[in-house]
Each structure stands twice: as C-alpha cells, then as structure tokens.
C-alpha cells in the first residue's frame, strides 16, 4: 500500500504562486507520478506527470506556467505553479501509478482570487 498526503494550498490572488507537495509512504521510483486536479462537475483530469526517470508531460492550459518535479530519494514530488489564474482553482490531487495500480491523497484546496 501507498499513503500519499498533499499539502501546501491555499489562497492566492491572481498571478501569484504556490508549491504543491506530496509525501509518499515509501520510496516509489518506478512508479509514475502526477498531479490532478477536480473542479465540481468535471471529470479529474491531469494537470502534469512526471516518470521513473523525470521525463514530464503538462496540460495544455497550464504548460508554461508550472513545473513537476519528484525526489526518490526523500518519496516527495512537488508542483511548482506560477502566474495562477482563477480558472486553476480547484482541488489538486496527488497520484502514483505502478502499470494499473493507481493511488490517490485526499487532495489540497487551491483558490485563485483578488
């Protein structure tokens, strides 16, 4: 099993910052990473991922404005957002996939406004 815990949300007004991090449990290199987030009535959708070996991958609607990143040897994985828009506010959610075996944290409130 995996416990993933979430932290570092909070308020923030419009094109400021905040850094997501996410402990793990244990040690997951191998393990595909991410970050997602939820907005009330919408489907959970990935806002960046991040492999075994650090190659990345970002959404569309914020590629340019956040960074992924993971240290295996401490089990933590950050999201380093900028430039925020009210449109990024919502519950990110951290993940941890090995082949199909999804984990999720319990998520941390990011709200984006003046």
């Known amino acids: 099993q995996v416990q993933l815990v979430e932290s570092g949300g909070g308020v923030v007004q419009p094109g400021g910052s905040l850094r997501l991090s996410c402990a793990a449990s244990?040690?997951?290199?191998?393990?595909?990473m991410g970050w997602y987030r939820q907005a009330p009535g919408k489907q959970r959708e990935a806002v960046a991922l991040?492999?075994?070996?650090?190659?990345?991958h970002y959404a569309d609607s914020v590629k340019g404005r956040v960074a992924i990143s993971r240290d295996d040897t401490k089990a933590t994985m950050s999201l380093q957002m900028n430039d925020l828009k009210p449109e990024d506010s919502t519950i990110y959610y951290c993940?941890?996939?090995?082949?199909?075996?999804?984990?999720w944290g319990q998520g941390t409130q990011v709200a984006v406004s003046s």
């Open positions: 244990r040690i997951l290199s191998g393990y595909f």
């Open positions: 991040i492999d075994g070996v650090g190659n990345t």
């Open positions: 993940s941890a996939r090995l082949i199909t075996k999804y984990y």
